[in-house]
């Protein structure tokens, strides 16, 4: 299972140069005026896993096989857009279809790059963005919870659900707070998500900064990790123009480059982790002589279900699964060490995997 995130921003702020810089292509023009961007661009990208590399090694695998994830460079939004100013309507049939919002803020200074709004505030930028995200959502929640009237008289139990969850989703953007704010019963998860409501995507904050402050951020970065950490939302600083040098290079290369800049691994790095922690996703491994697989599954995933993202039919056909944690996988070195050393256990249909299992799946045909 993958998920997908997309990136999202005022113009001019570096969304397009961090797309490219993580699909290590150019295919998203990066220019200096509004909606470069026309289509959404979308790019698979390898998530980093130092373990993969270790887990291969103690297996003599031939072949590392990482999990990825989806990002879409999403069209520039400008205030008015869920009235459909700009690009406005593109925009907001695009971040449906996503499962995170990556929202990029401009925290450089930097005379040469217009800022749409004419000023540099990432605090105001996000909030220009929320503003027009919740006023869509408050257009198709009023629109739907009228279309479902008739249902409602008709005593259809589905139908007040929907209505249910949408008087609250509409009880909190009215109250200036985000879909996301409302909280979900688990019997309701499901039919909540199905609203696909812009505003209860969950949010990442991406201050993008100067090649200089990327160590060290800076005043801008500090103001929206002040209100990330008042929303409950997550944030990362990084130098998009950095991260877009460093993708063009060799390992080593790459690697002279963060020293010299002080800074110990890429930013991108940092961004799928937090990515990852924003929609509780976890990994586990299969490995062999053939390949070191890495495999993502939503946290408390039990094994049937995560052996099904592999193939349909082992979640069908599931018997039990051979477990090994990753510590010991590597610490005995392989499987058949593990096993000696009483390291392997046997699960059933309850067990709940956990992130870094090295898991074999038995199944009926």
């Known amino acids: 299972m993958g998920f997908k995130m997309g990136i999202v921003g005022l113009p001019n702020v570096g969304k397009s140069t961090l797309f490219n810089a993580l699909t290590k292509t150019a295919a998203a023009q990066a220019a200096n005026f509004p909606f470069c961007t026309i289509e959404p661009n979308v790019g698979e990208v390898a998530v980093p896993d130092a373990r993969l590399d270790k887990l291969a090694a103690a297996a003599g695998s031939k072949q590392i096989i990482p999990t990825r994830m989806t990002f879409v460079d999403i069209a520039g939004l400008v205030k008015g857009a869920s009235k459909g100013e700009g690009l406005g309507n593109q925009f907001l049939a695009n ?63 589905e139908a007040q659900q929907q209505d249910r969850l949408l008087a609250a989703a509409q009880a909190a953007i009215e109250d200036s707070k985000p879909a996301r704010t409302v909280e979900i019963d688990e019997d309701d998860a499901k039919a909540w998500k199905m609203l696909q409501l812009l505003t209860s995507k969950p ?15 800076n005043a801008l970065s500090e103001a929206v990790a002040k209100m990330a950490a008042a929303e409950g939302n997550s944030h990362v600083v990084i130098s998009a123009r950095i991260e877009e040098e460093i993708s063009q290079l060799d390992a080593d290369e790459a690697q002279m480059f963060l020293e010299e800049m002080g800074l110990e691994e890429p930013g991108l790095d940092r961004l799928i982790r937090a990515g990852y922690e924003l929609l509780h996703l976890e990994t586990y491994f299969t490995v062999g002589p053939k390949e070191a697989r890495a495999w993502t599954i939503q946290a408390g995933t039990m094994a049937p279900q995560a052996a099904g993202v592999i193939h349909g039919d082992f ?18 070195g392989g499987e058949q060490g593990a096993k000696e050393a009483g390291k392997m256990r046997s699960e059933g249909k309850s067990y709940t995997v956990k992130d870094g299992d090295v898991l074999h799946f038995l199944f009926n045909n």
């Open 203 to 217: 949010v990442l904050y991406v201050c993008n900064v100067s090649e200089s402050e990327a160590a060290s951020g």
């Open 315 to 332: 979640e069908k056909g599931f018997i039990r699964a051979e477990t090994i944690a990753f510590d010991d996988f590597v610490g005995c």
């Open 95 to 157: 971040i449906r279809e996503v499962d995170a919002i990556a929202h990029v803020l401009r925290c450089f200074e930097d005379s040469d790059v217009t800022h749409v709004e004419g000023r540099v505030d990432p605090v105001a930028d996000a909030e220009t963005i929320e503003t027009e995200l919740m006023l869509a959502d408050l257009e198709s929640i009023e629109k739907r919870r009228a279309n479902l009237v008739r249902k409602l008289k008709g005593n259809d139990k």
